[in-house]
């Protein structure tokens, strides 16, 4: 491909992302539903981040929480993020009180019967989504959306518990949910048209990034995040520190790389006291309480502002459970086992038809996940470095793993000189 210039690289991302608003089949004649109220699920991290959108864009939000100090601690950091908005002079103080003024806390999904649109945003558990669906089902008016934050669930299952499934939607929000841009919307198998039109309508009613996909595990965001996550962990079983992975995806672009991610989060996500998990490296540091940033410990060492420094223990840790010794790996190798997956993976979902474009793919990782802008998503760096090179490093990965195996759209991309970005496989299907 030739060189591929700066401008030429906005003029594409401006493209795919007024692209990623037209869905095939749905148009201004589409019907849309009328969205007054909207009810949350959750006042945690994501249902609140979540209700601030709605609140702000003018929406009134009644949002849910099983006991009242949960729903009080909920929305105590809503008003605080709001409070240090309006300290920072992003509007007047009075419109916190303004946006506060729109919220209903309550303690019953019962309360939210008559609400247009409904986001469950529990933690990620199906038997617990399910039981909630359950319930929305036989307490929600007709025609109300029910809509779902799940990051990677199955929402076919979910919406199979309700006798309304063509109600049932994903709404894919990104933490901090008040601050993120992107938005994937998830239509299920049987998500009525006017369900997809009224919530396209409504990203951008609440001033987001929208991309519309299909149903399978991840999505299209975390089902690509999840191939680069597992690639990282194997270069650790090869003697490659966490600091020299993030340092290369830095020096790409990354703002942060998987493990400086990962003591941003907290590594105890999804962890309790003795458990043990596949991943044995992040279950020691656990024990141990390196559980990131917020223990001042965890793949890194942290000082009082928060500033990361390697760590003798976690390298001394990662020996003992790996049994590799450190190697230095050149950064450009370690960039070739990290986002050639994830370029081989945005291949197989499109394959599967549950991504409507190649260029949809660039907006998700360009809005949710923080790829460097200056080199247009995985999709069009795909077609920079060329196909050839990425089907090098995957039947290399392939080889040592099947799950990595070369999509069979990229090997045709190899063979005949194709291009990633211009892949069409008919667009999403359900």
């Given amino acids: 491909m030739p060189d591929v210039t700066q401008d030429d690289i906005g003029a594409y991302i401006a493209k795919a992302g007024m692209a990623a608003w037209d869905v095939p089949g749905i148009d201004t004649t589409t019907p849309r539903r009328d969205l007054k109220t909207v009810g949350i699920i959750g006042a945690g991290t994501m249902g609140g981040g979540i209700a601030m959108n709605f609140a702000t864009a003018g929406f009134d939000v009644k949002i849910v929480e099983t006991t009242q100090d949960a729903l009080d601690r909920g929305l105590k950091v809503v008003r605080g993020n709001y409070q240090r908005s309006a300290d920072k002079g992003r509007f007047p103080q009075d419109e916190v009180e303004a946006r506060m003024g729109r919220f209903d806390g309550r303690l019953a999904l019962a309360d939210l019967a008559e609400c247009d649109l409904v986001i469950e945003a529990v933690f990620e558990n199906m038997d617990l989504k399910k039981q909630i669906f359950t319930e929305l089902n036989r307490v929600m008016k007709p025609g109300a959306i029910l809509a779902t934050n799940t990051s990677a669930l199955d929402i076919d299952e979910i919406a199979s518990v309700t006798d309304r499934p063509a109600d049932v939607i994903g709404l894919h929000f990104f933490s901090p949910a008040n601050v993120m841009k992107l938005l994937e919307i998830v239509r299920a198998a049987k998500t009525a048209d006017d369900v997809v039109a009224t919530c396209m309508d409504l990203a951008k009613t609440i001033n987001k990034v ?31 520190l966490p600091w020299d992975v993030d340092a290369a995806l830095n020096a790409f672009g990354f703002k942060m790389g998987p493990f400086q991610m990962s003591d941003l989060a907290g590594l105890d996500i999804g962890w309790s006291k ?52 450190p190697i230095q790996m050149p950064a450009d190798e370690i960039l070739k086992v990290l986002l050639h997956p994830m370029i081989n993976e945005a291949v197989k979902i499109l394959e599967e038809n549950k991504a409507q474009r190649p260029s949809d793919i660039d907006v998700v990782w360009l809005n949710g996940y923080g790829w460097p802008p200056d080199s247009g998503g995985p999709m069009l760096y795909g077609d920079v470095i060329g196909p050839g090179a990425v089907l090098d490093t995957m039947t290399r990965l392939g080889a040592e793993d099947p799950a990595f195996s070369p999509a069979e759209r990229l090997r045709q991309l190899a063979a005949e000189g194709g291009k990633f970005t211009e892949i069409d496989t008919g667009g999403l299907k359900t």
């Fill in 210 to 240: 929208a991309t519309l996909v299909g149903v399978c595990p991840g999505f299209v965001g975390n089902r690509i995040l999840f191939a680069r996550q597992i690639q990282a962990q194997k270069l650790l079983y090869q003697g490659v």
């Fill in 274 to 325: 003795g458990a043990t998990t596949d991943n044995p490296i992040r279950d020691r540091l656990c024990e141990m309480d390196r559980r990131g940033q917020k223990t001042q410990a965890g793949f890194y060492d942290y000082d009082e502002a928060r500033r990361p420094i390697p760590s003798d223990v976690t390298a001394g840790i990662i020996q003992d459970i790996t049994g590799a010794a």
